[in-house]
């Protein structure tokens, strides 16, 4: 079956530093990739996707692009806020399939 | 505000009590669902509506009942609830099944306290 697999956290950064939030996959197909994001005491918000190889999704600063070489859909940012401290979810949704979520990863960003 | 709207947003509800838990979506959307988000387990599905059918039930005790009367509620229904049954509750919702494309948009969640 379908699944996701992140790394596990937390990760703590300071402010303005480099994130990186590896994800990979294993999936039939050709999934549409997300990346989810949950603020303290909130539910999930999308984040960005992507629906096909190299596609990249961007939003508010965070990107990750859809390898399918390398199954990989690997979150990154620029430059952290301490406003971007949650927990990041990596997730795939194959055709016919529900929404497989990976176990998330929180971030710590400290000023 | 996503679109998704859980109602209440937190409840502390003895073992032998009766409680509902209310999501409502107005997004057009066909297909509801409720997780389960208890501290450092994987989020956990629990049932899939498709055009208010249950299509899928991961397994969840009986003392957890849903019930999806139009493809814009959805319902929880709880009664002799364990301790261990405290979690966060999300609802989502997304177009069917069929279009992958598409995320699942989520409700705030109910933060459930059983005591």
């Known amino acids: 079956g379908d699944s996701v697999t992140q790394m596990e956290g937390p990760v703590t950064l300071s402010e303005e530093a480099f994130l990186t939030i590896n994800c990979t996959y294993t999936?039939?197909?050709?999934?549409?990739l997300f990346w989810y994001v949950q603020y303290p005491g909130e539910g999930l918000q999308l984040l960005l996707k992507?629906?096909?190889?190299?596609d990249k999704g961007s939003n508010k600063g965070f990107e990750a692009t859809y390898r399918k070489e390398t199954t990989s859909f690997h979150l990154e940012k620029g430059s952290v806020q301490v406003s971007d401290s949650a927990v990041y979810f990596c997730?795939?949704?194959?055709?016919?399939?529900?929404?497989?979520f990976g176990g998330g990863t929180r971030l710590m960003v400290k000023p | 505000e996503t679109g998704v709207t859980q109602t209440p947003r937190h409840l502390v509800m003895g073992m032998t009590n009766k409680k509902s838990l209310k999501c409502e979506q107005h997004?057009?959307?066909?297909?509801m669902y409720w997780y389960k988000q208890s501290a450092k387990k994987p989020l956990e599905l629990m049932f899939v509506?498709?055009?208010?059918?249950?299509?899928e039930n991961n397994s969840v005790p009986s003392r957890f009942s849903p019930e999806c009367p139009n493809s814009s509620h959805l319902f929880l229904h709880l009664h002799t609830l364990q301790p261990e049954d405290s979690a966060l509750y999300l609802c989502?919702?997304?177009?069917?099944?069929?279009?992958?494309?598409?995320?699942?948009?989520f409700g705030s969640g109910t933060r459930l306290t059983v005591v």
């Open positions: 989502a919702s997304s177009q069917s099944q069929d279009k992958a494309n598409y995320g699942y948009t």
């Open positions: 999936a039939t197909g050709y999934p549409s």
């Open positions: 992507a629906t096909k190889a190299d």
């Open positions: 997730a795939l949704r194959n055709a016919g399939n529900m929404l497989t």
């Open positions: 997004l057009g959307h066909n297909a």
């Open positions: 509506y498709n055009f208010k059918e249950q299509t």
